[in-house]
């Protein structure tokens, strides 16, 4: 059984994720879910991840270009700007750093409830 | 698996879009129009790996979808601007303004009418200041006609300074020039 993840916690970091995904390979809005959910995310909802893509887009991070599709109009797939790969790389830091104190302290907790 | 739309999946996808985008009238056209496109072209490729049932489940609530657009566009510090408050205010304000108008004239009328019920000649109301300008009644047998009760120039810059504030649209102004 895969565990819902808590919205609160997932909204967070989700423009990390997206900015991760999208330098790996520029996607569609759609193709980004299904990356996600392919990634474990399986409950994460298309409703979160476009306005979270025009975020980006707002804040400079992202780029939009529209290419042409067979099945139906021109898609728009978005890629990292400078601005974003300079946010990706400080965001996987801070959220590293923050990792291994949430770890520590976690981990700390169960071990002394175990005793 | 990859389903076929059918016409009602694409009516139904439409009903979507449709209701996302009348919650975004207060976007820019063009950006209204790319996520109503976006929005389309997601949909139809959802429906096309789950079916448009799933797809449109896949959405959520379309006003919190309209919201996070709506905030994703004008940052999350306060309400967005808003044209449907501005046009309001401004049709409010103009029902206001001509009210004062019509009272004042009114009482004005009556009271002239009210002193001598068959009067005639030329009176003056001075109107109220820096709001409307004076009126001038011309009186014949207790009948009259008259002529002015313009807004001041205060007025009209009233009147926009209270439709700007009440909209917030000095908001707009960034995201039209991401738009352009």
């Given amino acids: ?115 | 698996m990859t389903h076929s739309l059918t016409m009602r999946d694409r009516l139904r996808i439409e009903r979507v879009v449709w209701s996302v985008d009348s919650r975004l009238q207060d976007l820019p056209r063009r950006s209204r129009i790319e996520k109503r496109r976006e929005l389309r072209d997601n949909l139809r490729s959802a429906a096309s790996d789950v079916g448009a049932t799933e797809a449109i489940h896949g959405l959520g609530d379309t006003r919190r979808l309209a919201a996070e657009y709506m905030a994703a566009e004008y940052g999350d510090g306060g309400r967005p601007p808003s044209w449907t408050t501005a046009v309001a205010v401004f049709f409010g304000g103009i029902l206001i303004l001509e009210w004062l108008l019509e009272a004042g004239t009114s009482a004005f009328v009556a009271g002239v009418v009210g002193s001598d019920p068959n009067a005639t000649g030329t009176f003056k109301w001075e109107g109220i200041a820096y709001v409307l300008d004076d009126v001038t009644f011309r009186f014949t047998d207790g009948h009259s006609t008259s002529i002015g009760g313009a807004w001041t120039p205060f007025t009209y810059v009233l009147l926009l300074l209270v439709v700007v504030l009440a909209g917030k649209l000095w908001r707009l102004i960034p995201a039209w020039r991401r738009h352009r």
């Avoid at chain 1, 990356?35 to 979160?48: T, V």
């Avoid at chain 1, 890629?79 to 949430?102: D, F, K, Q, Y």
């Fill in chain 1, 1 to 115: 059984m895969q565990t819902a993840h808590d919205p609160q916690l997932l909204k967070g970091v989700l423009s990390l994720l997206l900015l991760r995904l999208l330098a790996d390979r520029e996607s569609y809005g759609y193709e980004v879910v299904q990356r996600l959910r392919d990634l474990g995310l399986s409950d994460i909802s298309e409703g979160s991840v476009y306005p979270a893509l025009a975020r980006l887009e707002r804040e400079g991070r992202v780029r939009a270009r529209l290419v042409s599709s067979n099945s139906g109009p021109a898609r728009k797939y978005y890629r990292p700007t400078t601005a974003g790969e300079a946010a990706l790389a400080e965001g996987i830091e801070s959220w590293l750093a923050l990792n291994t104190v949430v770890n520590s302290v976690l981990t700390r907790t169960t071990e002394r409830n175990r005793k």
